[in-house]
């Protein structure tokens, strides 16, 4: 299985992005979709994460601006991000726990996508 993310880029304050992340490969079932990030200097931490569907969780810094969704058909989970700000610059990862045909869930990361919020 691999993890494709792409979307990123430079953007001014108060823009908006839209960050998505398509696995492929043998999939059966994908149950936790999330996105991560990582600034320089700085430990990578949970931006959101969506479980089967059931429930998101948002960093608090996040909450209200960040929208995570998922498309099961496509494999895919998109991370819409508004009124962005330079603290939210860094490496955004994404991450799936992937369940194949003999049940076995396995987790995956892709290979990251650089957001750059300045003036």
């Known amino acids: 299985v691999q993890l494709q993310a792409s979307g990123g880029g430079l953007v001014q304050p108060g823009d908006s992005l839209r960050l998505s992340c398509k696995a492929s490969?043998?999939?059966?079932?994908?149950?936790?979709m999330g996105w991560y990030r990582q600034a320089p200097g700085k430990q990578r931490e949970l931006v959101a994460v969506?479980?089967?569907?059931?429930?998101?969780k948002y960093a608090e810094s996040v909450k209200g601006r960040f929208t995570i969704s998922r498309d099961n058909a496509k494999n895919t989970v998109y991370l819409q991000m508004n009124n962005l700000k330079p603290e939210d610059s860094g490496v955004y990862y994404c991450?799936?726990?992937?369940?194949?045909?003999?049940?076995?869930?396995?987790?995956?990361w892709g290979q990251g996508t650089q957001v750059t919020v300045s003036s």
């Open positions: 991450r799936m726990n992937v369940e194949d045909y003999n049940l076995e869930d396995t987790e995956y």
């Open positions: 969506d479980t089967s569907g059931d429930s998101t």
């Open positions: 490969g043998i999939i059966f079932a994908i149950n936790v």
